[in-house]
T-cell receptor, first 112, second 111 residues
């Protein structure tokens, strides 16, 4: 069966520090991968998605970037965090045959 | 531009009664709709979906209704249970693999 791992679960970072969140999927090949963010009191906003290694599409301009160095690995990064980057970050995957997404357990990021 | 809207941020119902969660969308190109359930500090989990060629889909206590002319969908939970207390997100897709989510509705089912 397929599983998705996302870490860390919580992270507190100072403003201006770098960020690296990692997500890996097991039990499937060539998944579509996604990064979503849920800001406090708001819905889920799509940040990035990838349909293959090295292929990244950005949905909104922001202080973040994403990379997919391996088929089942998706990384969310920032060189310098802003206060507004705080939120709950979710990695998700789909098999590309339909729109159903499967989410990881999320990372609560607090930028202070 | 919020293409998927859940106008009720919260809903409280009594155990055993019906819960109705609503969702509106603006893009007539959306052709697939999903509901997700989310507990605090966890990722959302898929609940039920409906294609635009249908107007109803049922799975146990959960039923989703789609009214394309009104661009409206709703999730009915009957009977509601305390374990159903969570945030519910509706989502829509018009481009394969890209889901647009609403803001969520927090459901509280009281014993």
């Amino acid at each position: 069966s397929q599983t998705i791992h996302q870490w860390p679960a919580t992270l507190v970072q100072p403003v201006g520090s770098p960020l690296s969140l990692e997500c890996t999927v097991e039990g499937t090949s060539n998944p579509n991968l996604y990064w979503y963010r849920q800001a406090a009191g708001r819905g889920l906003q799509l940040l990035f998605y990838s349909v293959g290694i090295g292929q990244i599409s950005s949905e909104v301009p922001q202080n973040l970037s994403a990379s997919r160095p391996q088929d089942r690995q998706f990384i969310l990064s920032s060189k310098k965090l802003l206060l507004s980057d705080s939120g709950f970050y979710l990695c998700a995957w789909s098999d590309g045959t339909d729109e159903k997404l499967f989410f990881g357990s999320g990372t609560q990021l607090s930028v202070l | 531009d919020q293409q998927v809207k859940q106008n009720s941020p919260s809903l409280s119902v009594q155990e055993g009664r019906i819960s109705i969660l609503n969702c509106d969308y603006t893009n007539s190109m959306f052709d697939y709709f999903l509901w997700y359930k989310k507990y605090p500090a966890e990722g959302p989990t898929f609940l039920i979906s409906i294609s635009s060629i249908k107007d109803k889909n049922e799975d146990g206590r959960f039923t989703v209704f789609l009214n394309k002319s009104a661009k409206h969908l709703s999730l009915h939970i009957v009977p509601s249970q305390p374990g159903d207390s969570a945030v519910y997100f509706c989502a829509a897709s018009g481009v394969r693999g890209k889901l647009i989510f609403g803001q969520g509705t927090e459901l509280s089912v009281k014993p």
